[in-house]
């Protein structure tokens, strides 16, 4: 069965400062698809980022940036020069090719706590 | 376009009370889901759909109901709510076969107080 886990249930830094997120997951099937969502104070769930499990390629994106590693199952999450706004619960999701109807299983999220 | 939309935003119920939660979406996506989430635990899958007409259990199915009559709305059901179903409850779609199927979007959240 698939399994995401997200070991940092709470994360606080200082305002321009670098903070990583770690996520783990484990899969039997080939091809899977890797996520991150946001969900600040206000509730909603925000999609950042997919990735394929046969597209290792890192992507940046301002300032985010999300590193994906077969060989040690994570895809790690970095927020650079972290700023107030960035204050958030972040998941990590997993969704199984073969699984019907693209289920998404979630890790149990880390909260990103951004002092000024 | 309103992408995936709640109703209602926040509801009380006593205990055996039922009431359905709608969930809609005009983004024309084939599937359909219904999470709740816990504190500390991430969202959990309670229904899900592929189609108009069809709906399978997720990981958390029992005591809830769903219905999928038609392509835009999805239906969440609870006949006689508990304690334990107080919860968020978020509804998401995705476009399903295709590029980035996978996909899903999220609805605003539906806040559940069974008393």
């Known amino acids: 069965a698939q399994k995401v886990t997200q070991a940092q249930t709470e994360i606080s830094v200082v305002e321009k400062e670098d903070v990583t997120l770690d996520c783990v997951y484990e899969?039997?099937?080939?091809?899977?698809?890797l996520f991150w969502y946001k969900q600040p104070p206000s509730g909603e769930l925000v999609f950042l980022i997919r990735?394929?499990?046969?597209?290792?390629q890192n992507e940046i994106s301002g300032r985010y940036s999300w590193n994906f590693q077969k060989s040690t199952s994570s895809f790690n999450f970095t927020i650079t020069a972290s700023q107030v706004v960035d204050s958030a619960v972040y998941f990590c999701a997993l969704s199984e090719a073969q699984a019907a109807g693209n289920k998404l299983t979630f890790g149990g999220g880390t909260r990103v706590l951004v002092k000024p | 376009n309103a992408g995936v939309t709640q109703t209602p935003k926040f509801r009380v119920l006593k205990t055996g009370q039922s009431m359905t939660l709608l969930c809609a979406q005009d983004m024309n996506h084939e599937y359909m889901y219904w999470y709740r989430q816990d504190p500390g635990m991430g969202l959990r899958l309670i229904h899900y759909?592929?189609?108009?007409?069809?709906?399978a259990k997720g990981e958390v199915p029992d005591g809830y109901n769903v219905s999928r009559l038609k392509k835009q709305n999805f239906l969440l059901g609870l006949e006689s709510a508990a304690p334990s179903q107080t919860s968020v409850y978020f509804c998401?779609?995705?476009?399903?076969?295709?590029?980035?199927?996978?996909?899903?979007?999220f609805g605003p959240g539906t806040r559940l107080l069974v008393l």
């Open positions: 899969t039997r099937d080939t091809t899977y698809y």
């Open positions: 998401a779609s995705s476009p399903g076969p295709g590029r980035s199927q996978e996909t899903q979007y």
């Open positions: 759909s592929v189609g108009e007409g069809t709906t």
């Open positions: 990735r394929n499990s046969f597209d290792e």
